[in-house]
């Protein structure tokens, strides 16, 4: 290693981290791949859909005949005629 690039990141270093331990500065190093994070972003969308229902009114006509008993009287009449004699005594 550079020893010129391990001291310009020993002076950036926090004095906790180092630790006794000296690290290079400013060199580069092959990056380091993390665990893959996903961060989920729910959206929802409203679809309008018309719906078209027809509606029929239909109409029952109930036609109820309500028979009533109405009397209607009449009269009938005979004369009849009887003839009465009184006992003659001459025998008419």
Do not use: L, W
Not at 39 to 68: D, S
């Amino acid at each position: 290693m550079n020893p010129r690039c391990i001291e310009n990141e020993m002076s950036n270093m926090d004095p906790q981290m180092m630790n006794g331990m000296a690290m290079p500065e400013g060199c580069a190093c092959p990056p380091v791949y993390e665990c893959p994070q996903e961060r989920v972003c729910e959206r929802y969308i409203v679809h309008e859909v018309p719906h078209v229902m027809p509606i029929n009114t239909k109409i029952i006509n109930h036609h109820i005949y309500r028979h009533t008993y109405t009397p209607c009287y009449t009269m009938s009449e005979c004369d009849t005629c009887e003839n009465v004699y009184d006992p003659c005594p001459k025998n008419f």
